[in-house]
């Protein structure tokens, strides 16, 4: 009878265990992480948009950036043709970083909140206006 | 079974063995080495005599290594150099004779990697960070690099340094328009493919007044193979194999009677 008692206490304090996470958490959802496209050298574009559509950049931005990599060191390629026919340079520094100069809070922001490390800018980051990025 | 009928079986399985293997023999036909992808092969010849006359060699390596962000580190072993001065007698101690005269003695011979026709540092890269481009580029992949250190010492000419230290904490200032390394990143001269790829000559080549000649050796009217034709040139440790990329014409005026 002792037995069936402790065995029930410890089915109930094991639950409780489980799901405190989800009753201290609960009504604290973190909210999404917010973008910041405020610079300047994107305030002074006439059409604010990327070299592909939103939903691309924000889906495959990496695999874009993976291919770009390969293509200039591996193929010694220097030009990208968008999907809407434009021609862009394939670079990190000069390309995305030209207009995203704020990675701190561009790149971070999602990549801070996705628990996903960034060590681009160990090396890249360097821009006409000096290092950015946390170095 | 019998001892007899064991040994046909073993036999008859053996042959069918070998017969999936036979198409591993030979697979595709690479392209040969020298005649690459792109039917270039770019390579440099330095006409020793004019490089020692104009002394442009510091100023060339000043400005490819801060071209470059080369981080200036002291120390044999933790250096880090992409193009360096080296003597008569070190730069080629297999031909380097006791009794050389004044003038190549104080000759000053540029090394650089020599871009190899059989690269050993491609060959012993466990991650293909190191590859041979289509046009005979000796290349690196920076981001592939796991600092292993295995082509440093593949190769025989030295042209190889690893990041002991952050090369950031040794640039004076930073140059935007390439990229650093890390620490733990083995790195040497890419023959400046970025401005091959935009249609410039390298760094060296440009700054050098004429003394570092750039060209495609697979091209006879090129400028390297008419320079080659004209005087004698060497080549750093040929007997490797390596086919290093890398010519210098040394004193060879000599009009036959």
């Known amino acids: 009878m002792a037995r069936r008692k402790l065995t029930l206490i410890f089915i ?5 265990i489980m799901v405190a996470p989800f009753i201290l ?7 999404a992480p917010e973008l910041d496209l405020n610079t300047p050298e994107i305030a002074a574009l006439d059409v604010k948009e990327c070299i592909e ?10 695999t874009l950036l993976d291919e770009w990599r390969n293509d200039v060191v591996r193929e010694g390629k220097t030009d990208y043709v968008s999907s809407s026919g434009q021609v862009y340079e394939m670079s990190l520094d000069d390309t995305c970083l030209s207009c995203h100069s704020n990675p701190d809070a ?5 990549h801070a909140y996705s628990n996903v490390e960034l060590y681009c800018w160990e090396c890249h980051g ?8 946390k170095g | 079974m019998e001892r007899r009928d064991f040994i046909k079986a073993g036999l008859v399985a053996c042959a069918a063995g070998l017969v999936p293997l036979t198409g591993c023999a030979s697979g595709g036909e690479a392209p040969s080495a020298a005649q690459g992808a792109s039917g270039k092969r770019w390579a440099l010849v330095v006409d020793e005599r004019k490089l020692n006359r104009a002394g442009v060699l510091d100023r060339i390596i000043e400005a490819c ?3 470059h962000n080369v981080p200036a580190i002291e120390g044999e072993k933790t250096a880090v150099k992409w193009i360096w001065p080296e003597s008569f007698e070190h730069a080629f101690p297999d031909i380097a004779s006791t009794y050389v005269s004044e003038g190549v ?3 000053e011979f540029p090394m650089l990697c020599n871009h190899c026709e059989e690269p050993p540092c491609v060959r012993v890269c466990p991650t293909k960070a190191t590859f041979k481009r289509p046009d005979g580029i000796v290349s690196m992949d920076y981001h592939r690099c796991i600092g292993c250190r295995f082509c440093m010492g593949a190769c025989p000419y030295g042209a190889r340094s690893l990041n002991f230290d952050d090369p950031r904490l040794h640039l004076a200032e930073i140059d935007p328009a390439y990229p650093t390394r890390v620490r733990g990143v083995v790195e040497k001269c890419m023959l400046c493919s970025e401005r091959i790829d935009k ?27 008419r320079a080659l034709a004209k005087g004698f040139s060497i080549r750093r440790r040929v007997e490797l194999g390596t086919g290093p990329s890398v010519y210098y014409i040394v004193e060879g005026g000599e009009q036959r009677a």
């Not at chain 1, 958490?25 to 909210?31: C, E, L």
């Not at chain 1, 559509?53 to 990496?62: F, K, L, N, T």
């Not at chain 2, 249609?199 to 193979?225: H, K, T, W, Y």
């Open chain 1, 106 to 110: 561009f790149c971070e922001s999602c």
């Open chain 1, 12 to 16: 109930g304090v094991f639950c409780l």
């Open chain 2, 105 to 107: 003695e104080e000759m």
């Open chain 1, 126 to 133: 360097l821009t006409d206006d000096g290092v950015v990025g």
């Open chain 1, 25 to 31: 958490g609960a009504g604290k959802a973190h909210s």
């Open chain 2, 199 to 225: 249609g410039m000559p390298p760094l060296c080549a440009e700054l050098s007044q004429g003394a570092i000649l750039f060209g495609d050796l697979n091209d006879p009217d090129s400028d390297v193979r």
């Open chain 2, 65 to 67: 290594h801060k071209a």
């Open chain 1, 53 to 62: 559509p939103v939903e691309y950049m924000r889906s495959s931005h990496m």
